[in-house]
């Protein structure tokens, strides 16, 4: 077997997502046949996505009928240098996103960094509500971030998540009552002034709504993608919208909606009960076209779990850590989904 012929094998293998062969979309970079071994690179970059492990395995199994070992490694082309880029190290800048306060948005971020980073990745939660910044008591964040001799900050650590929060700077109870600029200034020096390391994945929690610092991490950071967290009201999705105008704006993708609040399941009945209606989330995402990444129940233990800092979906038994396992793995499939159309 020469590289022509694992190439051409490679053509078996489908992306599940996209619907062509692995090859025709451009997903193998370099490949080299050393004895018994192939070298595959593959233009994979949500590293742990169910879905690029699928692939991955595929690949394994595919050149393993042909009697070869497969060492795969990956890496996605982008346009700028490393020189060039903000936050070199980090591979997918996720943000978090909605219209209005009090839909669970800091939530679905904490669950979400900490659901990606138990499926394996190196991630990093930003906590950029300078406004009601309360990500560390989310996770029980009590170190600070320790500075080092050349004034970098070093992110304090908790369930494997490195973690930067305006709390730490000017303290949990204080309100900030910033203008554009000073929050411009601080957010900047957030991302590069700390030591992020090398990242798969950083969850940005942004303030609700459409202000100063979207536009500041927008125009930037580079964002892979946005999560919108919406509950089913109707109110809840007319402020949805006007995120979806900004992130367009921008040319960020959004990489789907996700429906908090979605049904309250009853501890003493047994039964669920729609509380905020049922369902908008994915008609809304039906209706804009974009993917719909799930929905969580109302749960008290979602509550408890934030005020003492251990966030749900680390709960193996709890169905609704199921339901923020399966949403985590809609995104991270989704960060792949758009990293694997720009190869083309
Ligand atoms: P936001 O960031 O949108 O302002 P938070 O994530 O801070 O919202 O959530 C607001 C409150 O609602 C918090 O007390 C949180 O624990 C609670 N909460 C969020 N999602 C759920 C849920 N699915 N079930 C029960 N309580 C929730």
């Known amino acids: 077997m020469d590289e022509a012929d694992v190439r051409d094998r490679l053509r078996t293998v489908e992306d599940p997502d996209l619907g062509e062969d692995i090859v025709s979309l451009e997903l193998v970079n370099d490949v080299t046949v050393d004895g018994e071994t192939a070298h595959v690179s593959l233009a994979l970059g949500a590293p742990y996505a169910p879905h690029e492990t699928q692939i991955a395995d595929r690949v394994r199994e595919v050149l393993a009928e042909d009697g070869l070992d497969a060492e795969l490694s990956a890496r996605v082309d982008d346009d700028l240098s490393h020189d060039e880029q903000v936050l070199p190290g980090v591979k997918n800048v996720i943000a978090v996103a909605s219209g209005k306060g009090g839909v669970g948005k800091s939530t679905i971020a904490v669950n979400l960094a900490a659901g990606l980073s138990k499926l394996g990745a190196r991630v990093g939660l930003f906590d950029a509500d300078i406004y009601g910044p309360n990500v560390p ?50 957010l900047t020096q957030l991302w590069e002034d700390v030591e992020w390391g090398q ?17 500041t991490l927008l125009q930037s950071v580079p964002v892979t993608g946005a999560v919108i967290v919406t509950t089913p009201q ?30 309250f399941r009853c501890p003493d009945c047994g039964s669920e ?72």
Request: hydrophobic fraction near 40%; avoid cysteine; proline fraction near 7%.
């Open 137 to 186: 008591r989310m996770v029980a964040a009590d170190e600070h971030p320790r500075a080092t001799e050349d004034e970098k900050l070093v992110p304090p650590e908790q369930f494997g998540l490195k973690l930067m929060s305006m709390a730490f700077l000017v303290g949990e109870d204080d309100p900030v009552i910033w203008r554009g600029p000073m929050v411009h200034k601080v």
């Open 199 to 215: 990242l798969d994945y950083m969850v940005v929690d942004l303030p609700p709504g459409t202000g100063d610092t979207q536009l």
């Open 234 to 263: 109707e109110v809840a999705l007319d402020d949805a919208r006007k995120g979806l105008e900004m992130f367009g704006k921008h040319d960020t993708p959004v990489l789907g909606i996700a429906e908090n609040m979605s049904t």
């Open 273 to 344: 009960h729609d509380i905020f209606g049922r369902g908008g989330g994915a008609k809304f995402a039906d209706e804009h076209d974009m993917p719909f990444l799930g929905s969580i129940p109302i749960d008290p233990a979602v509550r408890t779990g934030s005020d003492d800092g251990q966030p749900i979906v680390l709960d193996e038994d709890s169905e609704t850590g199921d339901a923020f396992r399966i949403l985590t793995e809609n995104v991270a499939n989704n960060v792949g989904i758009l990293n694997r159309r720009k190869q083309r």
